[in-house]
């Protein structure tokens, strides 16, 4: 391992992957186990945060000297939209020469280094010049419908740093709960909430880090909790909500009060977080109120406006005191109006909000395809590049309704459909910010957090920083294992840890780390709300979750996506059948060591693997083994058993090929 090797873009644990890497020619022995500790040497750090942070990052690697050299003696405090982030790190025979134009870059070097020390790749003549292709590259963390402690945001943040990445876009309000602190308004904070100087240490902790944090507060719509706090800001009563899904609870569009308070609220955020954005929801504004209310429907008789025009007006009304602040606001894509205040729109509702977006000559975030709590494969993410012609994002919308692994909410894919209504055919060039993953908290708390993000962020990650030419998905997975575990932590090996000490064993791992969660909302909806929503009669019809539900089952542990199951797929069926029957053994004869939750979906496994046997034996036709598997492949519950997937992906190739 630590031997003499040739090195090359196969073998290189990189994510994401630089924008230049010149390789070393014939063998080299790296530096690593035999080098003498780390001496870290820097040019430029005259705070000493650069240094601080190198010793956090790279203490326990021995890599020899490490020479750092910043251009800029005068470093910015906090990070910001056009900060420059490139470096240049070449490995010598002494140790390691890192330089950059300033901060931002040296850190975005630092991780470089630090997943290639992790993995023994420092070989001599290693030359890697980069620079990122966006300047945007975030994460939404909502933390409105779940709380995340205060460590828990800054082990985020080392997550976001380690994969450079630049922006924590925190949701702090929604229906559920609101976890900002006011000091005008007190009584506005749930009962689990961050202090102004918890946030302020947040802050600052991130800054160090080269993350800038951009707050949320959603409005109108999505403001139960505020509500709750003070009734006089809305239309009608409402109580305090633990459900999920589009509520009804709107802030009173009409009232000078709700302004001066909003007005209020921003300041108080923008006091806290120094970046030169503040985000201002504005999404599924549902509007039932405006309707029913005898004040509002009489000015939208009046002055002849519809609910969506009545929105673009609050959100002028709100976006100016934003500028005021000296800030720029974002918006979700619900904002897109015709005479629309000049301000970020997130795209989220497919392709097409994007180009409208364009076509009104708005800034734009991407985050359509990026949504981490869709439970989808890291290529699914990583297929989607944010400035790609509208026309082949639809088609890769499409596709996706006939992969294999997501046919069983196709059907659901096909209700999201209704977005394109307002398509337009914009013809200019296509230039956005960047983009976001999103995280919605719905089925994400504390426990469960690493896996859910981890597992399919570098993909993201790679995807807004690398050039455009970076999509083979296949070198992208050969480096995705090897990449968590430069992350603070390694989302399968939490899921295994998980796993076992809720009663299993090591030997049932193997089963059930071939299992997987359904996709799109098939588990937040649950099956009545996913018929009721295909119907468009959703809002009646109660869903499994809520926010007090415990998740603390084998469904709410397991990684979106089963690498043991992708390994399999590169064996043969006959070989890939014997090995899931070997991990069906330690369940039991006929499977009586599983629970009713768990047999269901580890029978169709142990079923699907004996009709492999059958049909490699001749006892079965291709198209007999065919139908039989697309059966077993069905979810049972809210689990898949991801080989089933395959092989049934596998079988139709058989079955076209003869």
């Known amino acids: 391992m630590f031997g003499m090797k040739n090195l090359t873009n196969q073998t290189l644990h990189c994510m994401p992957w630089p924008e230049q890497v010149s390789l070393p020619t014939g063998r080299t022995t790296p530096l690593g186990r035999h080098d003498s500790a780390t001496v870290i040497q820097v040019a430029g750090d005259p705070t000493g945060r650069l240094t601080r942070y190198a010793q956090q990052v790279l203490g326990s690697f021995a890599v020899g000297i490490l020479d750092i050299t910043v251009a800029a003696q005068d470093p910015e405090p906090t990070p910001f939209l056009q900060m420059d982030e490139s470096y240049r790190l070449q490995v010598t025979a002494k140790g390691v020469e890192l330089s950059s134009p300033g901060y931002w870059g040296a850190l975005r070097g630092i991780a470089?280094?630090?997943?290639?020390?992790?993995?023994?790749?420092?070989?001599?003549?290693?030359?890697?010049?980069?620079?990122?292709?966006?300047?945007?590259?975030?994460?939404?963390?909502?933390?409105?419908?779940?709380?995340?402690?205060?460590?828990?945001?800054?082990?985020?943040?080392?997550?976001?740093?380690?994969?450079?990445?630049?922006?924590?876009?925190?949701?702090?309000?929604?229906?559920?709960?609101?976890?900002?602190?006011?000091?005008?308004?007190?009584?506005?904070?749930?009962?689990?909430?961050?202090?102004?100087?918890e946030l302020r240490e947040l802050v600052t902790y991130a800054s160090d880090r080269g993350v800038r944090i951009v707050p949320e507060l959603d409005m109108p719509g999505h403001v139960t909790s505020w509500l709750v706090a003070h009734p006089e800001w809305g239309t009608q009563e409402t109580a305090a909500s633990r459900r999920f899904g589009v509520h009804k609870a709107c802030l009173n569009p009409l009232d000078e009060a709700v302004y001066q308070a909003i007005e209020v609220l921003l300041g108080e955020v923008a006091g806290i977080f120094p970046d030169?954005?503040?985000?201002?929801?504005?999404?599924?504004?549902?509007?039932?109120?405006?309707?029913?209310?005898?004040?509002?429907?009489?000015?939208?008789?009046?002055?002849?406006?519809?609910?969506?025009?009545?929105?673009?007006?609050?959100?002028?009304?709100?976006?100016?005191?934003?500028?005021?602040?000296?800030?720029?606001?974002?918006?979700?894509?619900?904002?897109?109006?015709?005479?629309?205040?000049?301000?970020?729109?997130?795209?989220?509702?497919?392709?097409?909000?994007?180009?409208?977006?364009?076509?009104?000559?708005?800034?734009v975030l991407v985050s359509g395809p990026y949504y981490l709590d869709l439970h989808y494969p890291a290529d699914v993410h990583y297929g989607f590049d944010p400035e790609a012609q509208q026309s082949q994002w639809l088609a890769q919308e499409d596709a996706l309704q006939q992969d294999p692994r997501l046919s069983h909410v196709a059907d659901g894919m096909e209700w999201t459909k209704h977005w394109r209504k307002d398509r337009v055919d914009y013809q200019g060039e296509v230039r956005v910010l960047g983009g976001e993953a999103c995280l919605w908290a719905e089925l994400v708390n504390p426990d469960v957090l690493s896996t859910r993000l981890y597992s399919r962020l570098p993909a993201v990650?790679?995807?807004?920083?690398?050039?455009?030419?970076?999509?083979?998905?296949?070198?992208?997975?050969?480096?995705?294992?090897?990449?968590?575990?430069?992350?603070?932590?390694?989302?399968e090996a939490v899921a295994c840890k998980k796993l076992l000490a809720m009663g299993f064993t090591e030997a049932q791992l193997g089963a059930l780390c071939l299992l997987e969660p359904v996709k799109w909302y098939g588990r937040l909806l649950g099956e009545e709300a996913l018929q009721a929503r295909l119907a468009g009669t959703e809002m009646p019809k109660a869903r499994p979750y809520h926010a007090d539900t415990l998740l603390n089952r084998v469904v709410d542990f397991l990684p979106p996506?089963?690498?043991?199951?992708?390994?399999?797929?590169?064996?043969?069926?006959?070989?890939?059948?014997?090995?899931?029957?070997?991990?069906?053994?330690?369940?039991?004869?006929?499977?009586?060591?599983?629970?009713?939750?768990?047999?269901?979906?580890?029978?169709?496994?142990?079923?699907?693997?004996?009709?492999?046997?059958?049909f490699s034996a001749g006892e079965l036709s291709g198209g007999q083994a065919l139908q039989q598997m697309q059966t077993l492949a069905k979810p049972q519950g809210e689990y898949m058993a991801a080989p089933l997937i395959s092989w049934y992906a596998a079988l139709t190739e058989l079955t076209a090929a003869n």
């Open 461 to 491: 990650a790679e995807r807004l920083w690398s050039p455009a030419s970076c999509t083979d998905s296949a070198s992208m997975y050969r480096r995705l294992q090897g990449c968590w575990r430069s992350l603070p932590e390694d989302p």
């Open 276 to 363: 030169e954005y503040l985000h201002v929801g504005g999404d599924e504004v549902n509007p039932s109120w405006w309707q029913s209310d005898p004040a509002i429907a009489s000015y939208l008789e009046q002055e002849q406006l519809s609910t969506h025009d009545l929105q673009n007006q609050f959100l002028i009304r709100v976006c100016s005191m934003v500028t005021k602040l000296g800030r720029k606001a974002v918006g979700w894509d619900e904002v897109l109006h015709p005479q629309m205040p000049n301000c970020v729109v997130q795209n989220w509702r497919g392709a097409t909000s994007r180009d409208r977006a364009l076509a009104l000559s708005r800034p």
């Open 112 to 197: 470089t280094l630090a997943q290639l020390a992790l993995h023994n790749q420092l070989h001599p003549g290693l030359l890697i010049q980069d620079k990122p292709r966006f300047v945007w590259r975030g994460l939404l963390l909502d933390v409105a419908r779940h709380f995340f402690p205060l460590a828990a945001l800054k082990s985020v943040i080392d997550g976001l740093a380690a994969l450079k990445m630049n922006v924590l876009h925190l949701h702090l309000s929604d229906d559920q709960g609101f976890r900002f602190s006011s000091a005008a308004f007190p009584y506005l904070a749930s009962d689990d909430h961050y202090t102004t100087q």
């Open 561 to 614: 996506e089963s690498m043991p199951a992708r390994q399999l797929a590169e064996l043969s069926l006959l070989e890939a059948a014997t090995q899931v029957k070997g991990h069906l053994v330690p369940w039991g004869e006929d499977l009586l060591n599983a629970d009713d939750e768990l047999r269901p979906v580890l029978l169709c496994l142990s079923k699907g693997a004996d009709l492999l046997f059958a």
